[in-house]
């Protein structure tokens, strides 16, 4: 149990650890997040209000507010009179949709952002790339579930850079990052996509184009066969 309105520096009770610095209602957001992304609440589940209200010890108003969010995310789905329920699983069909998509559009984006890289934009890059790489103490669980929101971070920056804002909302409505994460709790997910990043990184620093197209299919293709098993 995890009481969002303790003032206390909670000793870790691993579970999602709780940022300090932001909003109550930006807090419950990133708790259910983290629950959803780490199958502790399962695809397909009911999630009740007054259940999440009891564990996290708020009131109604920012539980529903974080579920609106995360509605809007597609990863809660709110049915008349049914109510909240976590979004299933994606289908095999849609998951090589999806994989097909990203590899029509992001290795030729991020040959258009190599094209256009600079020191600012680097740093902007390692940054994010940064953040997925650190273990700070959190447990695997927690790491998983930034790891999850960070990934969308770096590929969405990239696609910035690459200049479509079209091509960059396509992606970003699809919320992929979210969907793949959940279709498997799993350490490799994340470790091997920590060289991939850096590939990507290393041709980004040498502004190579052709270098980040392949880095960036490579990367997808492999993520694809990471989480492919899924469906077995
Ligand atoms: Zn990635």
């Known amino acids: 149990m995890q009481n969002l309105n303790s003032t206390g520096q909670d000793e870790v009770t691993g579970q999602g650890q709780i940022p300090r610095a932001s909003s109550l209602a930006?807090?419950?957001?990133?708790?259910?997040?983290?629950?959803?992304?780490?199958?502790?609440?399962?695809?397909?589940?009911?999630?009740?209000?007054?259940?999440?209200?009891?564990e996290f010890g708020v009131s109604?108003?920012?539980?529903?507010?974080?579920?609106?969010?995360?509605?809007?995310?597609?990863?809660?789905?709110?049915?008349h009179l049914i109510g909240y329920s976590a979004a299933p699983q994606i289908s095999r069909q849609r998951f090589d949709e999806l994989y097909e998509l990203r590899l029509l559009l992001e290795p030729d984006a991020a040959g258009k952002a190599a094209a256009s890289m600079d020191e600012s934009?680097?740093?902007?890059?390692?940054?994010?790339?940064?953040?997925?790489g650190r273990r700070d103490g959190a447990d695997e669980r927690a790491r998983y579930s930034t790891f999850a929101r960070q990934d969308a971070v770096f590929h969405d920056q990239i696609m910035v850079f690459a200049?479509?804002?079209?091509?960059?909302?396509?992606?970003?409505?699809?919320?992929?990052?979210f969907h793949i994460f959940r279709l498997m709790f799993?350490?490799?997910?994340?470790?091997?996509?920590?060289?991939?990043?850096?590939?990507?990184?290393?041709?980004?620093?040498?502004?190579?184009?052709?270098?980040?197209?392949?880095?960036?299919?490579?990367?997808?293709?492999h993520s694809r066969d990471r989480l492919r098993p899924a469906f077995d």
């Open 26 to 54: 930006g807090d419950v957001y990133e708790a259910i997040f983290s629950q959803l992304m780490e199958l502790k609440i399962a695809p397909g589940s009911r999630i009740t209000v007054d259940s999440l209200v009891k």
């Open 60 to 79: 109604h108003t920012p539980i529903r507010e974080a579920l609106g969010r995360l509605e809007g995310e597609g990863l809660v789905l709110k049915t």
């Open 121 to 132: 934009k680097l740093a902007t890059l390692r940054e994010a790339a940064g953040v997925m």
């Open 163 to 177: 200049g479509n804002e079209l091509i960059r909302q396509t992606l970003t409505f699809q919320h992929t990052h």
């Open 186 to 221: 799993h350490a490799r997910v994340t470790e091997e996509a920590l060289d991939e990043h850096e590939a990507i990184i290393d041709a980004f620093a040498k502004a190579e184009p052709i270098a980040a197209q392949k880095a960036m299919r490579d990367h997808i293709e």
